[in-house]
């Protein structure tokens, strides 16, 4: 199981960005997928998911601005992200489980990790 995020860069504030997950090798649509973000010196963040059931949820600071979805077809996943602020400033990865019975947003319920890709709000 592979998953490879991109589309991270450098955005002046109030700048938008999206990201993208590709997945391979595994059963993607019985999957819930998962984005969360890492500043520098704090933990690994919960973002939004997109879950099998087509249900999405958010982290409740981040409805306003994030955007999740997912292409079972495609095997993707993507996380816009508007009006970007310098405290958006993280490492965000993207995530993906194995069959769960329910939501979480916990990293350690994710089982297949992509390598991360750095989003910097900087003017």
């Known amino acids: 199981v592979q998953l490879q995020a991109s589309g991270g860069g450098l955005v002046q504030p109030g700048g938008s960005l999206r990201l993208f997950c590709a997945a391979s090798?595994?059963?993607?649509?019985?999957?819930?997928t998962a984005w969360f973000r890492q500043a520098p010196g704090k933990g690994r963040e919960f973002v939004a998911v997109?879950?099998?059931?087509?249900?999405?949820y958010y982290q409740d600071s981040m409805k306003a601005r994030f955007t999740i979805s997912r292409d079972n077809a495609k095997k993707t996943v993507s996380l816009e992200i508007n009006n970007l602020q310098p405290e958006d400033t993280a490492v965000y990865y993207c995530?993906?489980?194995?069959?769960?019975?329910?939501?979480?947003?916990?990293?350690?319920?994710?089982?297949?990790w992509g390598q991360g890709t750095q989003v910097t709000v900087s003017s």
């Open positions: 995530a993906a489980s194995k069959w769960l019975p329910r939501l979480t947003m916990r990293p350690g319920d994710y089982d297949f």
């Open positions: 090798g595994h059963t993607f649509s019985s999957s819930d």
């Open positions: 997109a879950r099998r059931t087509g249900d999405h």
